[in-house]
Every structure is written in C-alpha cells, then in structure tokens.
C-alpha cells in the first residue's frame, strides 16, 4: 500500500508567525514595490539559466516552475511559469517542515538539497519532479526555494513518464517522497547514480537534477545578495508576508463584488486507461460575499486499472493556473490569492484517488478541470461584472503529448516526451477577439515551441511538417478559438524508434464553447507503416504529404494506414513509418451566425479554415476567386439558418424525456460509477 | 590624436561630434526626413565653420566617420517596408506565424505577459498569402533528404511575383549547415529575373544573412533585414556619394547595435536598428568609467521624438540579451539593450475625449512639422511648446539664435488646444504637460531598472539629449536618484558615443562539434575540423577590415564558442582560450574554460562534463581597437557663477512664477556652483534647475545637479 499524505490543510497560506507580522510592517510602499518586483525577477532570472542548463524537451521549452516560499511553506513569489507546481510545491515543504525539521536523522541545513516526484505528497504525477532548497541567513532558516520540471522519463513500464498501460502506482516508476539528496550546495553521487540507474535515459535525468539544484541554488544566492544584503533579514520575511497578504486582500475583495450564486457545470471524458470508457466530473460552485466553494461531489469513482485518476492537490493547483493567469492576472501570484476559495471531494473519486491507483495521466484530468470546467463556470459568474472580459474560452488542453525512447542518431540512449502538441495549442476566444493560434502550452503561456532544427539535432526524427497550422482544429463561434498545428514525426537516421502518445477527449470533445460557440474538434491520429516515403523523398515526388488532410484524404503515401485515438499504447516504428498527430485548438465565444463575415474570409486566405466550414457552419457568401464576401447573400443565408434552427428546435421537456431514457452501453460506462449519478 | 566626425540621424535632430585633435566641436541640424543629406551636410558645415576649416578640409583630413541612423528603427514602426515574399520549407510554412507559440509574449514585461486573457500576436511583416512552401528537405548532419526541383521554385516565385512581391526571402530548415537549396532558389530568381529587368528584387538567404541553429529567430533576422534594406541601401548609398563629392575618400563606417562598427557593405540593415542609443549607452559607460569611477548608471536620452533608457550596471553593459527581440521579433543577433518610449521634445499632448485627461504623446510632431513654436505648420502642443510657455527654453536663442521659435504658436495651441478645453490658464495647462511627461518618463526609468533586477535610487542618473537636461530634474524626481550628471555635449550625445567604439566585426559560425565524447570517453583529435571553421571566419574578417583599410595585422582576435554538455539543447557561450588548437592540451583546456564560466554563469553544481561536451557556434571577434578622445580635467575655480549671469526673466516653476536668474552654460568654469531656481542655457540644449537643487560644474566641465 502506497503512502498518502492528508494534505488538506497544506495548499493555504498558513496563518502569520508573530516575526512576519512585526517585519511586515518594515516594508514601505516604495520598496515593496521595488523588491516584490525583484523577488519575481530572480524567479525569471533563475528560470532563464534554468532552461539554459537542462536537457528534457519541457525545459528546454520553458514549461518549468520556479518559486520563493515564506520558511512556513507559503508561496511568496514566483515567475510566470507553472503556477500548477508551485501551488502543490508547497505540499513538500510543509512535510518537509512537520517531518524532517526536528528529526536528528535527517534535518533541514543551509546547503541541503531535497528531491521529491511522489504524486500523494504534493507532486502531480511522477514524472513532475521537484527540488526544493531552503534558504538560511546564518543559522535561520528563513525561506525556500523551488525548482520543478516535467521530466521526460521515469523508470515506467513505457518509456516518456506518461505510461497509459499503468494499471497501478507501481507500473509507472520512481516514486520518491521528500529525500535529501544534497548538502553543502553538493549532491550526493552515490544518489543522484541511483536515481539514473532506475530511468532510460540516465544523462537527461542527472543533467536536469544537477539544474533543478542550480537554479535554486541562484535564487538563494540573489535574495541574500540583492534583498537581505541591502534591506535586511526582517525585510526580506515582511515582504514575502507582504506579498501574500496583497494578494489575499484583493483577491477577497475582487470576489466579493462577484455576484453570488450557484454555478454548476458538468464533463465527460473517454479516456479512462488504454481502452475507452466513460467517466463524469461535476462541479457546482458556490460562492457568497468573499468565498467560493468549488465542490466536486457527483465525480465519478477511482478507475481501478487506469492511469488517469488524480488527487485532490492537484485539482486545487489546478484550479490556481485558472486563477492566476485568467481571474487574478493582476494580482501578485502568491499562496494569498487563493484564500477566497475552498474545496470538497468524495473520497475514493477519481479526483481524490487511492495510494495505490495510478496516476501518470491524472495531469490530463486535472488539466481538463482546470480548463474547462472551472472557466466555464467563472464565465457565468463574471460576466455580469466589470472583469467581464476576462471571460474566456478554454484552450486546446492538454494536447496529447508524443512520448519516445531507443537510440538517437549518435548512438545515445534517449527517452522522454516530447513538447511540440504541448507548446503549439490554440488559445480561447475573448469577448472581443479570437483566441490565438498556436499560442503556447495552457499550463505555462510563455513556455515556447522549440525549434524544429533543435530537436532534429538532439533527437531521432525529422518533421515531416510541424510549423503549419491545422485548418478547422478550433472550436467555431462569433470568435473562434486560436487553432493547433499538425505534426508529422518520422524516425531517421535510426533503424527504429519506440513511441506512444496519451489523451482524453478522442471520441467527443470534453469541453463546451461559451455562451453558444462551439467545442473545438477531437484530435486524430495517423500511423502509416511500410510507407514507400523514403522513396519518394528521395525522388523529391509531388506526392509527398505535407499536411494530415494529403495524408488522409490523398493517400498518395503507399503504406498501412491506422487512424487511431491519442491514446496510442508504445509500438516500435521503424524509419519509413509516419506518425501524425495535431495540437489541439481552443474554444470560441458566441455564435458562428454573428462572426463578422470578413473575419471568415480572412481565417481562408490565413488557410486557418476552409471554404466547407465557411459555408457549412458560418454561412457565408463570397467569391472563391477574390474572397470578396457578398454581404447580402450572406444575410440572407444567416437569417434562413436562423429560421431553420427554429425549425429544429424542440420544447426542453420532449428533450429531456427522450434524453433521459437514453444510456450508453454497459461496457463503456463500467468506470463511470452508478448511472446516471455516480 | 586622429581626425574623426560622428553622426547620429534621430528622428528630429542630426547630430555631430567631431574630434580635430585636441579639440572637440558638435553641431545639431533638424533632420530633413525627405532628403536626410541635407540636413547631414548642414551639420557638418556647421561644424566646419566652428573649426574655421572649409568642409572639403575637413572632410579630406578626417581619419574616420562613422554614422548611425533611426531610418531602420522608423520604418518598421511605420510598417514602411516593402511587399516581402517568403520561400522556406513546406511543411513548415507557418514558421514565422507561429512565432515559437509563445511569440504574443515576446517584447512585454513579465506583468503584461500575465494578462494572458488580453494576449495578441503581433501582425506579421509578411501576410501569409505570400508565404510559399518548396518541396525541399536537409536534415541535422547537413544532407539533403528532399532534393529541390527547380520547377517547383519556378511556380512558386511565379506566384509570388503575380502578387506583388518586391524582395524575396529564402529561408529553409537547416540552411546554415547546407546552404546548397538556398543558393540554388537565389540562382534560378536571378535568371529568371536577371538585374537588368525593372521588376528585379532583392534576395536574401537566411544562411548569408543569419546563418545560425533555430529556424524561427534566423527566419526573422533575414525577413527584419529584407524590410529595411531598401530604404536603408537608398539612404546610406546618397550618403556616400555625396561625401566623395566632397572630398571623403575612405569608406563610411556604419555604427551597430552590436556595440562595434562597420563599412556600409559589410552592413546589414538590422544590424543598424537602435544603434544610435547604443551607442549612447556604450558612450555613457566610457564616460562613467574612465571619468567617475561609477559602478552603476542610468541612461536618459530625451530627444525630439523619443525617450531612450539603458542601464550600465555594475561597471559594464551587461544586458544583450539572450533571446534579442526588435520590436516584436525575435532575431539571432547580439545586440545590446536599451528601451524606448515615446516621450521627447515634440510629444504632442491632446486631451481624452473620455476621461478629459491631459495625454503625451506617444504621436510625435518631429522635425516636419515639429513643435507649434516651429513655426512650419504644426498646430498641435507639444513638450517643447510647454517648456517655451514656461520660460525655460528661451524662444530666441533656440539652437544658438539659428532657429528662432514662434512663442505666440506656442500659447496658442497649448491655449486652443489644453488650456479652454480645460478651461484653465494656458501656464497652468503647460505646466500640467510637463509634469506628466516627467512622471511618465521617471516611472519608465523607474520600472525597467527595477525589472533588471536593480534599485534605481542606488544609481546615478546620466541625463543627454536636446530635451534631457531641461526635464531632468523632474524625472529624477520619480525615479528617486541622488545625482544625475550632464554633458556639454548632452544633445550630441549619442554621436559622442559612436566616438567611443572600435571598429568590431562579428562573425558566426554554427558547426556541431563534438569535443568529449561520453560513448569512446575520447577527445576531439580532428584539429583541422577546429581550426577549418576558425580560418573559414577569419578569412572573412580580414577581407572586411582589409576593405575598410585596416591592414590585417591591427586585428585583435577573440574567439568565443556557444558550448554545452551532451545531452542540453541550450549552449553557453564561452570565451575560448585559444583562437586554434594543436593539441589535447587545447581541448581540454577549451573544455576546462567551459567548465569554469559555467560554473560561473549557472552554478558548479550544475557542470557535468561527463555527459559530453559539444561545440555547436564559432563566433569570431575582430577588433581594431580606436583611440578614444581624453577629456582634459581642468582646475576648479571658485563656486560663484556671477561671471555666467546673462539676465533673468519670468519662469514658471511648480510653486508659482518668478523673476529667475539666467545662465550662460558655456561661461560657466569649472567649480562653478549655480543654486536653483535657475535656468542655463546652452546653444543646443536648456537646462532647468529647480529650487532644492544646486548644478555644479566639476573637473570635466560636466553639470552635476544634486540636493541643495
């Protein structure tokens, strides 16, 4: 039996300590300006030698987290990263604190080093590993810092860290709760050649721990230089009080001008493990005078033999990337921001999952939570307010990652995930505008797509095409969602190359567009095997696919063809094998009959949509020659679209009777608890 | 000392240092935007006339010239360039709209990169509709996996060149390695468009003009490039030509944002963005170091049109940055950093319509038809009109008497315009638009020190530019400095700091090279392959510097190499201990250094050497180091500036009106004290000094302006 950490009471700032309120009141307005500003830019600075020193495809694509926590556990200060690790980073701490402070054994030194990947202990899924340095002025031990990465391999039954054939927590590698594996500003090599012995690609997983150490090491080496050298300890903890209690403020008083009320939402998912199935998660979210409640009773149960179940940290920091980035952007990211809300479970859900379940693709359950589902609701609730344009659709997320191991081109062993459908999603619809194509990864907008000459250099394959967006992948409405690209990998210059991929929302889209716009569509993926595409390269051929629709549609590929879900348990693919994949795109807002008809046009001569959806879901009229819209035509067309949607309307109550007495079959929903509420 | 005229073309002013041995002289002309060697050559006169020599002498005798220009900087803020067609990789057409995915955060702060709700790609420089893909493919080790058909480069240009296209841009994947593909689209363009055709248009190649890893950055330069080289080619050519007209025979030295200088045709256009304030900023470090002593400065320069800021913090400029960005582009060039905003002397001020709010700028009046007071059509207020309604800058005696300006102008827009809107005095609203331009510079200053990392108050302010010693005690104010230091040459500045750089070329090389490897444990012993890619730059280096008349033995070389351990995908650059190798002991000894300013940049606990280490980039510098001009230090004479007094007239201050003294800043010696209120003027710039404040003439003859 796995352990499990009750860390119900660890994602909240804790109360003050009598020393951070006398030191708060050190801080003048003008500094606090000054030195909050720096704390968040040592953060940046640490996070820019971060990437520089790293080598899994994640970091080097900027979609890391690095944090500065009160010596409670308190996140205090951050960089615009991923606001999921720093949340549930404060888990380890605090353990670290209860546990290990006072025990002679272990101990908490200036120097020390702690290592952490264990999901049930503030982790997210193993393959989010975690380093975590305090910082000491002379023998206080006055703050932390965090350095946090997704690493591309753990030692799992499938190379890449997601394996989606794990049944329980022990298919999918390392497991490790808060361990010191350094001191002195030194890691232990007896440890850090343990940890690479247990993991496919030893050099990427001792290169990427060594940088974890280092940037944390940076952050404290710049705050006992550039804040307590110059303003002083007792400085330096008002401060980091200071920042928290800004963020708690205005995040209550924020809340409170909200209206308050009951809203409710509800999504499905197919991804339960390697075969389908059908899962619920519901959220009903309260929230009266400067408090909101999101509670998830009505979830579906722990999938017992499936790896996307997740703990109930992980949706709450999930929830914060929502918080942060969209509700509160304007608020210093800190553990005070998420003081206005609180959280219930059912224990045993597929949200707040056993010890011993799986979870490496419980990410992915949160991640739809954290972006459909808790927006869609904030979207009713603020958009009766004067932050209403903060109300946005859902991006493509998560976009199924493709995961890889073998040998690369130089004889090196290498395994890991690789980031390009993760960096490359279409962003949501505003209320004014369309979300952006291919705007980065949802759970770090700034992280960025890697050049193709960076990987190819580093790793076994070329992109047969990859920085092309894909036509039609977003979710239409008045204004769409940004869309995704499409990706080609192909092995080469290796015999063969070892790959899966894992995501949810292959048969039908988990999420909603909002107020009458559309979901984006559901991914789809293509393996050609035996392909003669080496031939026709070599023949430079006119034949050659460049996109997935030449690939679908043309066929001019010889070969098998497969068109399968994102949830592609590891094959090996030898070099003349092709393998598709897209990233997804983001959702819209408001209805497609009220898109500006100009915007259709532009969207096809930009080659983002097609002349079958202009006329299939928008309802334009325009000259395939020049694009020239006719407008009238167009409004003509609209206001009989208009009149046929009466047509096919029905009265609410025939709907639901009929609906009610549907049910899908007993082997899709056998994860899914008691039908129809769990 | 050596003969050398410096020019800086703003987007108001032209500006001119000359160094004549032991003397020193400036001139500042109105920038005359259609024709820019009028105004270029009326500096100059200028300036010859203030060394009493003819400009054909001047000219003649002069050793070096050396010239930077906004015409970059303008025409991509216009979005003046021209109709660009792009070639790159199909199946990869969206390269550049795709920009990295994260390309709407890049040129914002980190707190507008938080607003993710209100993200926004910038609009592209190429629409997509003239992006075209080629069936075309090499792959990492440099082979070509897809050969390139010409009948497929043939319908594709065809297509570009039907819609309009007037330059093309040719960038495929992995052409710094294999440039065959490129240069076979660029040979199959010329003969089929050859130059003696109307319709001819530029071709740039990614691997000539950016030739380095990373495909979206290379792909950006190259495009940044094409869009600029037309106007820039125009100007730079006209420039030349008239110089030889008038007796200059050596080759122009153009002034880059890389911090060094080269001839017009070893010059691309982007390398030219911005230089002029780097150039400030690089003149302002020289100064601050062998003057001062200063650790740690702020660089203001206020001119007509903008505002530019740069931070030399702890004895160096330190800050190119890793990933460079040009307005919103990301480029693969080293250049060096500074921020502009649009705050200057023709800032024009307007009222919004909404929240009936006194706004500057960022539209800006310029030298056509500038200020009200100007006198040439412009009827709108600006910073300057205010400064004249205020009586700081004396309307007689602007640019030394040679432009006078128009008070009345001044009063009447400030009055049409700010004032009856507002229904206040037409003072009250003047002194209303200064304060705002101040407050909205010193919190800029403010921000980006402190988004460096740095508490501005523990700097010392260097304030240059036409407009900079006029508004910068107001600015200061806001960013809470202790001392901020002028210059007799403030509004020149920049051209002064273009005085202040060597002729430096750089050059880049990307060409993966393994040095350990971790599968044998084996070092590098192919010596040749090392030193084949130094020599391959060095030949190129000294055919530039042999062309701008540097015999090949002044050349100081400096080789640097972006290096990493197996396995990272980011390289560090190292300063290499050795030019060439001959042995393991070079390697190694590249190896340790790798190590060494590894652990130094990043941390000792990170260096892991075992995991292989790697060459991917040689960057060679060749360097003819410049004799820079010494500034005399003179004795200091008594505090009383009695000698400087030319009269006194009414000025408006924040706490009223008062008759209030005025100074002549060229009688004023060194050691003067000046206590404010006060007022000095110069030829080409005013400087205010408020009540509290004292201006004291030091050693060098610069203003120091502290607390009372």
């Not at chain 1, 298919?171 to 010191?180: A, N, S, V, Y």
């Not at chain 1, 009265?651 to 549907?662: G, I, R």
């Not at chain 2, 003696?196 to 003009?209: D, F, H, Q, R, T």
């Not at chain 2, 090392?530 to 100081?556: P, Y």
């Amino acid at each position: 039996m796995g352990m499990k950490l009750d860390t119900a009471a660890m994602w909240k700032p804790a109360a003050p300590t009598e020393r951070e309120l006398a030191c708060v009141d050190l801080v003048e307005a003008a500094d606090f300006e000054i030195y909050a500003r720096k704390l968040d830019l040592i953060c940046a600075e640490a996070r820019q030698i971060f990437v520089r020193m790293g080598a899994a495809q994640m970091l080097q694509s900027g979609d890391v987290a690095l944090g500065i926590y009160t010596a409670q556990g308190d996140l205090a200060a951050c960089d615009v990263s991923i606001y999921l690790h720093l949340v549930t980073g404060q888990i380890p701490i605090k353990y670290i604190m209860q546990t290990y402070l006072s025990e002679p054994t272990v101990g908490v030194r200036d120097g020390d080093i702690y290592f952490v990947n264990e999901a049930t202990f503030g982790g997210i899924h193993n393959p989010d590993m975690i380093v975590v340095m305090p910082i000491f002025h002379e023998d206080e031990l006055v703050g932390w810092t965090l350095a946090a990465l997704h690493e591309g391999e753990t030692g799992a039954v499938d190379p890449g860290g997601m394996s989606v054939a794990a049944k329980t927590r022990y298919d999918e590698g390392m497991h490790w709760i808060p361990i010191k594996v350094g001191e002195n500003y030194q890691l232990k090599k007896d440890l850090v050649d343990m940890m690479a012995n247990q993991v496919r690609d030893p050099r990427m997983h001792t290169i990427d721990l060594k940088a974890r150490a280092a940037a944390c090491e940076r952050m404290i080496k710049r705050v006992r230089e550039d804040v307590i050298g110059r303003k002083g300890v007792d400085f330096f903890i008002g401060l980091m009080r200071k920042n928290i209690d800004v963020a708690t403020e205005a995040g209550k008083a924020m809340v409170r001008e909200l209206n308050d009320g009951t809203y409710r939402t509800v999504m499905f998912l197919d991804a339960v493990g390697a075969d389908y199935g059908l899962v619920r998660m519901k959220l009903t979210l309260t929230k009266k005078g400067d408090h909101i409640v999101m509670d998830f009773s009505g979830t579906s149960p722990e999938t017992p033999d499936g790896p996307f179940n997740t703990y109930k940290h992980v949706v709450i920091a999930g929830s914060a990337m929502y918080i942060y980035q969209f509700l509160f952007s304007d608020l210093p990211p800190t553990a005070g921001a998420m003081t206005p809300f609180d959280y219930e479970f059912t224990a045993g859900s597929l949200l707040d999952a056993s010890a011993d379940a799986a979870c490496a693709c419980g990410v992915l359950t949160a991640g739809f939570l954290s972006f459909y589902a808790i927006p869609s609701c904030f979207a009713k609730m603020i958009f009766d307010s004067r932050w209403r344009d903060r109300a946005a659709g859902m991006w493509g997320t998560p976009s199924p990652p493709f995961m890889y191991g073998g040998l690369n081109q130089y004889g090196l062993p290498v395994a890991g995930l690789a980031s390009d459908a993760l960096n490359t999603q279409g962003a949501g619809a505003r209320q004014d505008h369309d979300g952006e194509n291919a705007a980065g990864f949802s759970f770090c907008p700034t992280g960025f797509l890697q050049d193709a000459e960076f990987t190819e250099l580093q790793l076994p394959w070329f992109y047969l095409f990859r920085n092309r967006h894909m036509p039609d992948n977003h979710g239409m409405g008045k204004y769409r969602g940004g869309t995704g690209v499409m990706i080609g990998y192909v092995p080469h210059n290796v015999p063969w190359l070892v790959c899966g991929s894992s995501q949810g929302g292959n048969k039908f889209p988990p999420e909603k567009g909002l107020f009458g716009g559309y979901a984006a569509m559901t991914p789809v993926a293509v393996q050609v095997t035996h392909s003669d595409l080496k031939q026709l390269m070599a023949e430079s051929s006119d034949t050659i696919p460049y996109d997935v629709f030449e690939v679908l549609d043309k066929r001019a590929v010889e070969g098998d063809y497969a068109i399968e879900s994102m949830i592609r348990p590891f094959r090996p693919i030898p070099g003349d094998d092709i393998m598709l994949m897209p990233s997804l795109g983001g959702t819209s807002y408001g209805d497609v009959l009220e898109r500006d008809p100009q915007l259709v046009v532009d969207d096809l001569r930009s080659r983002v949509t097609t002349d079958w959806t202009a006329w299939n879901v928008y309802r334009v009229v325009y000259d395939p020659e020049t694009l020239r819209v006719d407008h009238d035509a167009t409004a003509k067309a609209r206001a009989e679209e208009r009149e046929a949607r009466k047509k096919r309307g029905r009265p609410y109550d025939d709907f639901e009777k009929e609906w009610l007495q549907k049910r899908p079959a007993d082997e899709i929903i056998k994860r899914y608890g008691d039908w129809p509420n769990p | 000392m050596s003969k050398s005229i410096d020019i800086d073309i703003g987007g108001t002013f032209t500006d001119c240092f000359v160094v004549w041995d032991d003397r020193t002289v400036t001139g500042k002309s109105l920038t005359t935007r259609h024709n820019l060697s009028l105004g270029f050559k009326r500096v100059l006169k200028e300036c010859a006339g203030k060394l009493g020599v003819s400009l054909h002498e001047v000219l003649d005798q002069t050793d070096t010239l050396r010239y930077s220009t906004t015409i970059a900087t303008n025409s991509l803020v216009e979005r003046k360039g021209p109709k660009l067609g792009l070639l790159t990789t199909m199946g990869h057409e969206d390269t550049i709209y795709i920009g990295q995915g994260s390309q709407w955060a890049h040129g914002l702060t980190n707190e507008e990169q938080r607003n993710v709700v209100g993200m926004r790609k910038p609009a592209p420089l190429i629409p997509v509709e003239m992006t075209v893909g080629l069936r075309e493919r090499v792959d990492c080790f440099g082979n070509a996996v897809i050969p390139l058909k010409r009948e497929d480069v043939l319908e594709k240009v065809q297509y570009l060149v039907d819609n309009g296209c007037r330059g093309f841009i040719v960038s495929l994947l992995w052409s710094f390695l294999n440039p065959a593909h490129e240069q076979m689209v660029k040979q199959i363009i010329r003969e089929e468009y050859p130059d003696v055709y109307l319709g001819n248009a530029p071709i740039m190649l990614s691997s000539e003009v950016a030739p380095k890893l990373g495909e979206y950055a290379r792909t950006m330069t190259t495009i940044l490039n094409g869009y600029l080289h037309g106007e820039m080619k125009e100007e730079l050519t006209a420039l030349a030509e008239d110089l030889r007209d008038e007796g200059f025979q050596k080759p122009v030295l153009i002034v880059h944002n890389t911090g060094g200088t080269a001839k017009t045709s070893r010059t691309a256009a982007v390398a030219t963005h911005n230089a002029g304030p780097v150039a400030g900023l690089l003149g302002a470090a020289h100064l601050a170091r062998s003057l001062y002593d200063y650790e740690n400065v702020i660089v203001s320069d206020m001119g007509g049109t903008s505002f530019d800021i740069g931070v030399m913090a702890k004895g160096g400029v330190r800050f190119y940055q890793f990933d460079p960005i040009i307005d919103r582009w990301r480029v693969n060039i080293s250049m060096i950093e500074t921020k502009a905003i649009g705050a200057g002397g023709g800032s024009i001020a307007w009222i919004h319509p909404t929240y009936r709010t006194i706004q500057i700028g960022p539209q800006s009046a310029g030298s056509l038809p500038g200020p009200a007071a100007f006198d040439m059509g412009g009827t709108e207020p600006t910073v300057t009109d205010a400064d004249i309604v205020l009586g700081y800058i004396n309307p007689d005696y602007y640019l030394g008497g040679r432009n006078r300006l128009n008070k009345e102008r001044s009063f009447a827009a400030i009055r049409e315009h700010i004032a009856e809107p507002l229904s206040i005095e037409v003072e009250d609203a003047a002194l209303r638009i200064k304060r705002i331009v101040d407050g909205n510079m010193g919190n800029e200053i403010f921000k980006e020190t402190a988004l460096k990392g740095f508490d501005p108050r523990e700097f010392v302010l260097f304030s240059y530019g036409g407009a900079g010693p006029t508004h910068c005690c107001g600015y200061a104010g806001y960013v809470g400095v202790q001392k901020t230091v002028t210059f007799p040459f403030a509004s020149v500045f920049c051209a002064f700091g273009a005085s202040t750089m060597d002729v430096l070329h750089q050059y880049e090389l990307s060409k993966h090279m393994i040095l350990f490897d971790p599968k044998t444990g084996s070092m590098l012993d192919d010596y040749d392959l090392f030193n084949g890619a130094v020599e391959e730059l060095q030949r190129v280096a000294i055919r530039d510097m042999q062309g701008e008349g540097f015999d090949a033995s002044r050349i100081i070389w400096s080789l640097e190499l972006e290096m990493r351990y197996g396995t990272q995908l980011n390289s560090a650059r190292v300063s290499s201990p050795r030019v060439k190798v001959g042995g393991p002991d070079d390697i190694k000894s590249i190896m340790d250094m790798h190590t060494s300013e590894y652990s130094t940049v990043y941390s000792a606990m990170a260096a892991y050497p075992e995991g292989g280490v790697e060459v991917d980039t040689f960057i060679l510098k060749a360097i003819v180091p410049i004799e820079k001009y010494r500034f005399p230090k003179l004795a200091l004479e008594g505090a009383d500036p009695s000698a400087a007094r030319k009269g006194s007239r009414q000025v408006w201050w924040e706490e009223g009106a008062r008759d209030t003294p005025i100074f002549e800043r060229n009688a004023l010696r060194a050691g003067n004290i000046v206590v404010g209120p006060a007022v000095i003027e110069a030829e080409d710039t005013t400087y205010v000094v408020p009540a509290g404040k004292v201006f004291r003439i030091d050693e060098f003859l610069n203003g120091n302006i502290e607390d009372a």
